[in-house]
């Protein structure tokens, strides 16, 4: 028999309409859902990395809005899934109000670390940039009990946006995780 998500604890646009480093830090110890081929996939999210809007050197938006930024300047909620290195695809939840482009990287979930095994694991991939985070779409957020010890850190890979933006501690981890 196949679950069907409860709706009073989907995530809704609500959620997301908030500073990124807030829904990072928040997103953390609630479940990341995936429903594939009628199987429905929950796992626990245990790492985010917020990115701030177009001041935050470490965005894409800082570089202006472009095709592959203009998912993030849409409504809170809305998935924004890229290709990186021409062979991952990252997943991001879009945050803050509509037209201002803020997201949180979904970094780590379940027994899955890192972004690119995460996607990979669950089938992510460019088909749902610009989807909205809902059970239609196949990819959404749960509610559960909240994260209780946290670990900040400063953001991975992200040296190219200067020492103030890759020094900063937008990078939420549950304690019981790896930070390294």
Not at 112 to 131: E, M, Q, Y
Not at 163 to 174: D, G, N, Q, T, Y
């Amino acid at each position: 028999m196949r679950r069907k998500a409860n709706a009073s604890a989907v995530l809704g646009p609500a959620f997301f309409k908030r500073p990124a480093d807030l829904v990072a830090r928040e997103l953390l110890g609630k479940a990341l859902v995936r429903r594939i081929g009628g199987k429905r996939i929950a796992l626990t999210i245990s790492e985010t990395e917020a990115y701030l809007g177009p001041h935050d050197f470490a965005c894409h938006a800082a570089r202006g809005r472009t095709p592959r930024t203009e998912v993030m300047y849409g409504p809170p909620g809305t998935l924004y899934v890229y290709f990186v290195y021409g062979l991952h695809w990252m997943l991001n939840v879009v945050t803050g109000p509509e037209g201002y482009p803020a997201a949180v990287l979904i970094r780590a979930a379940g027994h899955i670390s890192g972004p690119a095994r995460l996607t990979a694991a669950l089938a992510i991939d460019g088909a749902l940039n610009g989807r909205t985070a809902e059970p239609r779409s196949g990819l959404w957020f749960e509610n559960q009990a909240a994260a209780r010890k946290i670990i900040t850190t400063p953001r991975i890979g992200v040296a190219y946006a200067g020492p103030c933006w890759s020094a900063r501690k937008l990078r939420f981890v549950l304690k019981d995780k790896r930070t390294g």
